[in-house]
């Protein structure tokens, strides 16, 4: 039986040999020690040279890949593969962990660095997105995180000489990143010209922006910034793996062998070549390399480590060799000396001293080696190989004796007999040879029992018997040495066997554990002097057992080191050692074996060998050595606090079943009740399965707590407050050291711990995210500056948090089993410990990690009979109390009792709030304070204990069980309880509020009801009886039992309670006259368990509700079945209603009908209100008769789970809850209508928002329905089809061009305008201005800087500062798409911060996730990115009151709401806003944590807590006709007034989170815009309206929004649309839907329009002035606009009443051609803007309008697939003279030849047609076609642009080009919004080319200026233009 409990004795990981020189590299270095810290396997190890030892870190739980050392040289990180692999940094001096990172890798980490001063990390993930991540590792948190690359990243590397920079490199790539806020966004490395694309190996960063890395060509190359500006051609022959900087310069290593150092400007400075040195061979590969003064460290592919002294560098030094890849399978063990051999897969054998630590002989064979065995007297060396043959050699100098092949699969297992005869060969084909070893090796038999590959071998000691193991676990024996197999178990039994390897038999039946049938036990080695058994397993974990074990799944100490397989163990020859081989790592494990009586002399062994030794968590068999359990923590462990629903899931739950109910709602519903009710008073304590709950305040309060709420009792004044904060069980409690703060933790999906204070009831904070169903124990420190929790899920998770900040430091797993108590150590801050069920652990911090060590029990005192539930420390001893019920005082070492208390009824004092139940009863929860002693017990009451003895009773509640029976007596403020524990209670409702009496019942009861005149009451028990007691004393009076089931409900009839109705579970209602106490009817019929019972008021007629929910009528007193019609039920009295079903009710059932019921219902007397409680431990108000369904109601939470029974008192002035599992009787107050006072906890309303729409205008549903389309997913604005130009097949012409000679030269493509002037390309294109403002779908987004001397705001994806005076502008334009939202940090810490949010994509967090921006306007510096996950873009963002802030709301489904500390990129905070559209959310101007958040039905009014934000939505109830409209706007005012305007121009004004008024009809239209003033609280509101005389779409009001003045826009529209205001000093700047900014004086009220853009895009038409720096730009809007480029502004505009889609200058500049979207074109004079001569000869919209260079024709093109000709001599009747004939598609662009003789047309379907004017003719001759020299050249098909064509066109277009009047540039617009330059002609594929951004998706039109000055761009969906400055190249 001594398997049951682990062997004493233990081992110590002595020795490793081996690195890890294969697929990992940069991972060996010297620490400030001058210690060597490299990894194999899974463990780190620090090797000292000086004195040649090993120290061993063991934190990691797979194999290591990768290292980095700490700047200061004493600090490593490592990290590992796996599933969930993390990183570990440790201390290289005390090797312990210092934090470990998690949860964020995946398959592994493949590279990691420190930066310059230590304090960050970055690591590269080996997942498919090779993601890299930033941490803060002292903090244990995530920074930062991006994809890095698609392939392998190799190496990277922080920039120490640039803050937040960091190179990656690897396949084919090196990129550089930027790390702002919390975004990490790289550039690509440019290889160019300089040096071939190819993968990177390795990197260091020099000064000057100067990086080093090493290429697979063995090149060196060398980077500036981005760009590659030499290489080092053939500092390597192959590739360089390895690159290491120190001071003097740089070292590298590489795949040929060679280490080169280099100075620091990377000149050679010498070569050591280590294949030419003696320790040198063919095939040596450098993988790291480590330069320190004047050593350098050399780690090879094959695992070996070199020291080389430089000015002896021909002569390394080996310090530590191991085998190379390959697996490791043959260990061999020499017979008498500390030898050990092993063979591997790379064909070495190996011999290692054990006692040296060294390699003493090594010897390469012809084939893979994978069994050894070394004969008895330890001259024969065997090795079994892969080919099935074996080689003997002599030991003393490796030569061969016999090499012989007798078979052909492996040889896995051999050995020698003890009397060293013969040597058994197992091979792999299932056949065990026998060979006579003085015969030179003959062959003497064979065993061929197994069918399978033969896996172990082992000899008897007499030699005559061999047992093996075969692959299928059978075990078989043998007779030797001829073979013959044994089948007689008795011969066998006797056997003794000379060694035990064989992984079954009965001797090991332990190993295995319980119920598996694997074989992942690879080895096994007993060692019969010790009495243990070693074993190895697939698992990487090395076991000690006691040898025997016979039963399965003995205990057993386990190691770990290994990474993956152990496939092979052995002891030593003296028991001394265990050697361990790993087959995947390669390396061997050399173990110390403690045996037990050491163990006492190695209590002081390093401090690491607590880590290693795991008393066996996992091993199967729990029959440890324990009394058994005492049956309360029996009881309290099988607790589960699962709910089937929990609160969280709630608003999940109901949107599912308001999809299904859409339908039925259409009936206006009732509103909800006036009236309220307020907690008053709650009986009960939780103290049956919590403990330690109960606590003094500084003043003298008590806190604990009962259901779901947490209580404040003031004992002198008898009174309590509450803190309603959580909505489920509260299962602990804790108090702050130091203030009084109490933290308490609750049952959920996603539990919460809140920390709040007793003084303001307020919380604190709340701590959320990392436990599950529920947190059972809380803790503050000493300090009180952290907490730690545990919660109840299966590994019961041990967390430790910084709870102001809401940030968790730490988090462990605490243990299988349950653990009751978490304690923080007070005189040690980073330690706690837990207790629980069989076990006690104590941990210590370390970064993210805790650390545990069993410490020895030092005594044991007795101190109670039976468990000890409580204790408390003091200063100079301990107070206990346990199940005796006795309280024990003692001194400060637990050597003496000092004095008890017993808790007994005879010394209860007078002032007791009730009676004892019994004596002794069981001690939960103990505190001192007040010179008093605290006690909680099991029965739920709170006891105070005077120090000299006398007790009082404070607080009472029922014990365990369910209470279910409440009745309230009829003329007193008095109640009675029955419940499940056998009691019936009677309490004091009044200012006394005490138990006034009790009498235990020999069974526990369902209901009970007093009867007319008070003096009697009836009990319904759960056997079928009931009885009836004198109401005063209690005592019985009469008692019956008619039935088996439970009674669950008893009614008196009214009046004189003549009659007693009875109701139980078998389904019938009995009938009883009390005066004769007969039973006189029975009413039958139900066809469940009757539920509830109600008389009328003439005591003749019952009504009945089942549990199958019918609603049943009896008449009285004989019980006939009634039928009523359901619409006279109401209209007959009723005594009482607790009726929950039929029409008066039917308002009262949830949407979530199906999951939860209404138990219990109550009418007040005068018929008004009925109160409710249902299985959510809801309590609800409704106003009755609550009909048609989902009525409106007023919700309350303080009891947990199941409400079982309201009852009103006979004056309505209190109700009276019962929590059935929660024990408690809670008594609330009832406040009329109009009485209200403010409080923090009012109820929520109804489950269903109103059905009412929240009104319509179309500028809100547009803004609701946008769909904000990703750049990179924007698709094609023409609806082109056919063949990309760059994927055409190009057809050879006829004639290939003539030999040059005979040719006359090509003509000009392309006409020029200034001939003769040297031509200048155009470099590059700089953003002068832009014309446009995003108004149409966005909101305050145009603020003041600088005192109104400048305006910023946003359109595309640039933010626009504009000057006012100049109208210059300049531009942020590092937003990779369109803005959404634009705020300004008004702290004057922070002047001019701009925060912008933009679109995006998923939330992966790579470059196209949606982000903010947080930007300075002046220099247009990014001073943080936030990289969000909210999907689809940033809608709201919002700086708080301190400016270090920041909250932004998402387009997600869920809008999602954030808050950010933007300076660290921290997120703080996060949670689901609304279910439909958030429009803005804004913090309130004088706070840091509270903000309101506005939209489509909702307000809400928000407040942070630590990490948890709580929201309330606003409440209507208190105005009567007040309803839920969509609110588009918020505003503040002092004394938390907060202003919200709504869609129909009312103002809503809000008190905290009530309605208290509204300003009906502030503007005509929806309420846009508002703003508060911070200088003097002024608002500003801005609106949708028509201009009238006294009206204005902007106004300005007081601070209480009575008073207003109103400002007219003149603007010339039809209705004024204000998106956005602000105010300056004395003016108010405004933001319009028509996308003008407009200046108002608030005196004189002048209006100033200082930005004007087009409306609707997209702004299709685009002309520039033939001289001047004039354009046109005409759009979807319907106006053709004039803009000067010079004067920055807009000089004119026409109206045409129609979409326009295209414009043209006359070559003179005299007219203005306008096509439009119906088919209709005008020309116009620009001199008096007449209209010449307009025509319609087209149904569809014209595409392009030119004029031919001569001015004679004028060409039309349009969508019919057509191009019409005028001739314009004939004068403005326009009429078309001739047409062009087969265009394949519509026609996109028009160009005239120079000679006004031919037209070149480009079409929907890639193909581009040339034509002859004014015939139409089409011209196919390819040659004549290459001779036309072209006027103009916006063509997007030709050979001559095929190069504008990108790769990544699938679902995008080019859409417009334009060739400089120079001829030799082009800049074209596409789909994904960027303008590109490129050189005319740009003929071969995909050209090189500059991109520009800013534009939003689809640029649709783009032209150079005359002089080619500028470019200008027109944007699709921005409805913007863009100007361009040309820079031209310098000659």
Not at 25 to 34: M, P
Not at 739 to 755: C, E, F, L, M, N
Request: with cysteine; charged share 25%.
């Amino acid at each position: 039986m001594a398997a049951r409990s682990a062997p004493n004795c233990h081992l110590r990981l002595e020795w490793v040999y081996g690195y890890r020189g294969h697929q990992c590299r940069n991972n060996l270095y010297y620490t400030a020690a001058k210690e060597i810290v490299y990894f194999v396997a899974g463990v780190g190890v620090v090797y000292s040279p000086r004195e040649h030892r090993q120290k061993f870190y063991r934190g990691h739980s797979d194999d290591i890949i990768s290292l980095a050392l700490h700047p200061e040289r004493v600090l490593v990180a490592t990290g590992q593969v796996g599933k969930e692999p993390y990183i570990c940094v440790w201390d290289s001096y005390t090797v312990q962990t210092v934090s470990v990172l998690k949860d964020v890798h995946t398959h592994g980490i493949a590279c990691l660095a420190f930066d310059l001063d230590g304090q960050r990390l970055v690591s590269v993930g080996l997942d498919s997105k090779n993601a890299v991540c930033v941490w803060d590792w002292k903090r244990g948190k995530m920074l930062s995180m991006a994809p890095g690359h698609t392939d392998r990243i190799f190496d990277i590397s922080w920039d120490l000489y640039q803050p937040n920079k960091l190179v990656s490199c690897g396949v084919k790539h090196i990129k550089f990143w930027s790390l702002c806020g919390n975004a990490l966004t790289p550039k690509r490395g440019v290889f160019g010209k300089t040096g071939d694309l190819q993968t990177i190996l390795c990197l260091a960063c020099a000064r000057d922006e100067l990086t080093y890395s090493g290429a697979l060509s063995g090149d060196i190359y060398v980077w500036k910034g981005i760009n590659l500006i030499r290489t080092i051609q053939g500092a390597h022959a192959a590739g360089i793996f390895s690159m290491n900087a120190c001071e003097e310069g740089f070292a590298t290593g590489g795949r040929d062998g060679c280490i080169r150092l280099w100075d620091l400007t990377f000149k050679p400075i010498t070569v050591i070549d280590l294949r030419e040195t003696d320790q040198g061979y063919k095939g040596l590969s450098v993988r790291s390399v480590c330069w320190r003064g004047d050593h350098i460290l050399v780690g090879t592919q094959d695992s070996e480590i070199f020291e080389i002294v430089v000015h002896e560098r021909n002569k390394p030094f080996l310090i530590m060799q191991g085998h190379c890849e390959g697996e490791l399978w043959a260990l061999a063990i020499h017979p008498t000396k500390p030898l050990a051999v092993t063979g591997s897969d790379d064909r070495s054998v190996r011999i290692w001293s054990l006692v040296d630590h060294a390699l003493i002989a090594r010897c390469n064979m012809e084939e893979p080696i994978r069994c050894a065995a070394v004969n008895v007297d330890g001259i024969h060396l065997a090795l079994g190989m892969k080919d099935g043959s074996f080689t003997v050699l002599r030991v003393r100098d490796m030569t061969e004796v016999v090499h012989i092949k007798d078979r052909k699969e492996a040889i896995h297992e051999l050995k020698y007999s003890p009397d060293g005869m013969y040597l058994a060969v197992g091979c792999n084909d299932g056949s065990v040879d026998i060979y006579g070893v003085a015969q030179r090796y003959k062959k003497f038999g064979e065993c061929v029992g197994s069918v399978s590959f033969i896996t172990h071998l082992d000899w008897s000691s007499d030699s005559r018997y061999l047992q093996t193991n075969d692959g299928n676990g059978k075990r078989l024996f043998y007779r030797m040495p001829g073979g013959k197999e044994v089948t007689n178990k008795e011969e066998i039994k006797g056997v003794h066997w000379a060694s035990w390897t064989c992984v079954s038999g009965l001797e090991v039946n332990g190993i295995w554990p319980k119920y598996s049938d694997t074989n992942d036990i690879n080895s096994v080695d007993g060692n019969y002097i010790g009495q243990v058994l070693v074993t190895a397993d697939d698992y990487g974990i090395v076991k000690l057992f006691r040898y025997p074990c016979l039963r399965k799944g003995a205990k057993f100490k386990k190691y770990i080191g290994h990474s993956a397989h152990v496939t092979n163990v052995r002891w030593s020859h003296d028991y001394q050692w265990v050697i361990s081989i790993g087959g995947a790592d390669h390396s061997v494990f050399q173990w110390k074996f403690i045996p037990e009586r050491k163990l006492k002399d190695a209590l002081h062994i390093a401090p690491q060998e607590s880590l290693a030794d795991s008393n066996s968590d996992e091993s199967d068999s729990d029959l440890s050595d324990v009394p058994e359990l005492d049956s309360e923590i029996e009881q309290e462990t099988q607790l589960t606090y699962r709910r089937q629903v929990y609160k969280e899931d709630l608003p999940q739950l109901k949107e599912q079943y308001k999809e299904k109910q859409k339908s039925g709602t259409s009936k206006r519903r009732e509103r909800a009740p006036g009236n309220s009710i307020r907690l008053h008073f709650v009986h009960g304590y939780r103290g049956y399965d919590c403990r330690s709950n109960l606590f003094y305040t500084q003043i003298g309060e008590i806190v604990y707590h009962v259901a779901a709420v947490a209580v404040i009792y003031n004992r002198q004044q008898n009174t309590q407050r509450f803190y309603l904060g959580h909505d489920d069980d509260i299962l602990c409690l804790a108090i702050h050291p130091l203030k009084d703060y109490v933290a308490t933790g609750q049952v959920g999906r996603d539990p919460s711990v809140h920390i709040w204070d007793t003084e303001t009831v307020k919380p604190l904070s709340i701590l959320k995210g990392y436990h599950q169903y529920g947190v059972c124990a809380v803790d503050f420190s000493a300090d009180g500056k952290r907490l730690a929790s545990v919660g109840i899920d299966d590994g019961h998770t041990i967390v430790l948090w910084d709870w102001k900040k809401g940030e968790k430091l730490s988090v462990a797993r605490g243990s299988k089993d349950k653990i009751f108590v978490v304690k923080m150590n007070p005189y040690v801050p980073d330690k706690l410990i837990t207790a629980g069920i069989k076990h006690m652990k104590f941990w210590r911090r370390a970064g993210d990690v805790c650390i545990w060590r069993d410490i020895f029990l030092v005594k044991t005192v007795k101190a109670h009979d039976g468990p000890v539930f409580s204790m408390h420390a003091l200063e100079k001893g301990f107070v206990t109390g346990g199940k005796d019920g006795v309280v024990a005082l003692w001194d400060d070492s637990f050597e003496r009792c000092l004095k008890t208390y017993a808790i007994k009824r005879a010394a209860l004092a007078p002032g007791s709030k009730g009676l004892l139940l019994e004596d002794n009863p069981s001690i939960r929860a103990i505190s001192l304070g007040h010179g008093h002693i605290l006690v909680g017990t099991k029965n739920g009451e709170i006891l105070e204990v005077d120090k000299s003895g006398p007790i009082t009773l404070l607080v009472q509640g029922h014990m365990e069980g369910e209470v279910w029976g409440l009745a309230t007596h009829p003329y007193l403020p008095i109640c009675a309880t029955v419940s499940d524990d056998k009691t019936l209670r009677i309490w004091d409702l009044s200012p006394s509020h005490c138990m006034l009496a009790v009498r235990k019942l020999k069974k526990g009861g369902r209901c009970c009801c007093f009867s007319p005149d008070g003096k009697a009451l009836a009990v319904g028990l759960n056997d079928g009886s009931f009885l009836m007691a004198n109401a005063d004393t209690l005592e019985d009076l009469v008692s019956f039992h008619h039935r088996k089931d439970i009674i669950s409900d008893i009614r008196f009839s009214p009046g004189s309670g003549k009659y007693l109705a009875v109701a139980s579970h078998d389904s019938f209602v009995d009938i009883y006259n009390v005066m004769s106490s007969k039973r006189v009817g029975i009413c039958k019929g139900a066809t469940s368990y009757i539920t509830h019972i109600d008389w009328d008021i003439r005591g003749k007629l019952l009504q009945v509700n089942t549990g199958a929910k019918e609603q049943l009528f009896f008449e009285a007193p004989r019980g006939k079945k009634q039928t009523i019609p359901s619409v006279e039920v109401e209209k007959l009295g009723w005594a009482s209603w607790t009726s929950v079903l039929g029409l008066c009710c039917e308002g009262i059932w949830p949407v979530i009908g199906e999951v939860t019921d209404v138990t219990a219902s109550c009418l007040t007397s005068d018929k008004m209100i009925l109160a409710t409680g249902d299985d959510l431990g809801f309590v609800k108000l409704f106003r009755y008769p609550a009909k048609g369904k989902f009525g409106k109601f007023k919700r309350y939470v303080a009891h947990s789970a199941h409400v079982t029974n309201v009852r009103w008192t006979y004056d309505d002035s209190m109700l009276v809850t019962l929590g059935g599992a929660d024990m408690s009787l809670m008594v609330w107050t009832n406040e009329m209508e109009g009485y209200r006072e403010k409080r923090p906890y009012d109820s929520e309303e109804s489950d269903i928002d109103s059905e009412e729409d929240g009104g319509y205008d179309s500028d809100v549903t547009r803004e609701n329905e946008v769909s904000y389309t990703i750049r990179a997913l924007s698709t094609n604005i023409r609806p082109m089809f056919g063949i990309k130009p760059h994927l055409q097949q190009k057809e050879p012409s006829i004639d290939e061009r003539p030999p040059v000679s005979r040719a006359p030269p090509q003509p000009e493509k392309l006409q020029t305008n200034n001939v003769g002037k040297k031509k200048r390309p155009v470099e590059d294109l700089v953003l002068e201005l832009v014309f446009g403002y995003r108004g149409r779908d966005c909101r305050n987004n145009v603020h003041y800087l600088n005192d109104g001397d400048d305006i910023i705001y946003h359109t595309a994806s640039v933010g626009i500062l504009h000057n006012v005076a100049t109208g210059t502008q300049s531009f942020y334009q590092e937003h990779n798409d369109d803005i959404l939202c634009l705020t300004v940090n008004q702290h004057p810490k922070f002047i001019n911060i701009v925060a912008t949010g933009q679109v995006g994509d998923s939330a992966d967090m790579s470059a196209t996730a949606p982000s903010i921006h947080i930007w300075d306007a002046m220099n247009k510096q990014t001073l943080s990115i936030l990289r969000c996950y909210h999907s689809k873009g940033v809608c709201a963002v919002s700086f708080s009151a301190t400016g270090k802030l920041l909250l932004s709301v998402g387009l997600d489904p869920e809008h999602t709401i954030t808050i950010w500390r933007w300076q660290e990129g921290a997120k703080i905070a996060s949670r689901a806003g609304h279910n439909q559209r958030i429009f803005v959310a804004e913090f309130r101007p004088d706070s840091d944590s509270q903000f309101v958040s506005v939209g489509v039905k909702h307000v809400k009014f928000w407040t942070l807590a630590g990490r948890a934000l709580l929201s309330k939505k606003g409440l209507l109830s208190t105005l009567e006709d007040a309803r839920m409209q969509t609110m588009l706007a918020v505003a503040f005012g002092a004394n938390n007034l907060t202003f919200t305007g709504t869609i129909s121009g009312d103002v809503c004004v809000w008190k905290d989170h009530i309605l208290c008024r509204i300003v009906a009809r502030a503007h005509n239209g929806p309420v846009f815009a508002m703003y508060t003033t911070l200088r003097d609280g002024l608002i500003v509101t801005g609106g949708k309206e028509r201009p009238s005389k006294e009206g204005g779409a902007v106004k300005l009001w007081d601070q209480e929004l009575r008073r207003c003045r109103a400002f007219r826009l003149e603007t010339g529209q039809v209705t004024d649309c204000v998106r956005s205001v602000c105010r300056g000093k004395g003016k108010i700047l405004v933001g319009t839907r028509n996308a003008e900014i407009i200046e108002v004086g608030e005196k004189n009220a002048a209006c100033n329009i200082l930005v004007n853009g087009h409306v609707d895009g997209p702004i299709w038409g685009l002309a520039t002035h033939p001289s001047r720096d004039f354009f046109l730009s005409a759009a979807e809007d319907g106006t053709v606009r004039l803009w000067d480029i010079a004067d920055k502004k807009m000089l004119n505009k026409v109206n045409l009443g129609h979409a326009a889609r295209t414009v043209c200058y006359s070559p003179g500049g005299d007219m203005v051609a306008i096509g439009m979207k119906n088919g209709e074109f005008i020309i116009l004079l620009v001199s008096s803007l007449k209209i010449w001569g307009k025509k319609r000869d087209r149904r569809c919209a014209i595409h392009d309008i030119r004029f031919s260079p001569d001015s004679r024709f004028l060409a039309v093109g349009s969508s019919e697939n057509s191009v019409d000709f005028y001739d314009l001599t004939l004068g403005p009747t326009l009429n078309r003279i001739s047409y062009c004939k087969d265009i394949p598609s519509f026609v996109i662009q028009m160009d005239f030849s120079a000679d006004s003789r031919y037209l070149q047309v480009s079409t929907g379907c890639y193909k581009r047609h040339v034509y002859e004017v004014p015939s139409g003719k089409h011209l196919m001759d390819q040659a004549a076609i290459n001779r036309i020299t072209w006027a103009t050249w916006t063509s997007i098909l030709g050979d001559e642009v095929m190069g504008i064509w990108s790769r990544h066109a699938e679902r995008a277009d080019v859409n417009c080009a334009c060739v400089s009047h120079s001829g030799i540039s082009l800049v074209t617009g596409d789909d994904f919004g960027m303008v590109k330059l490129f050189d005319f002609p740009c003929p071969e594929k995909f050209a090189k080319h500059k991109r520009f951004l800013g534009h939003s998706p689809h640029v649709t039109n783009i032209r150079f200026t005359s002089g080619d000055r500028h470019v200008i761009s027109a944007g699709g969906d921005d409805c913007s233009l863009f100007v361009w400055k040309c820079v031209h190249m310098l000659h």
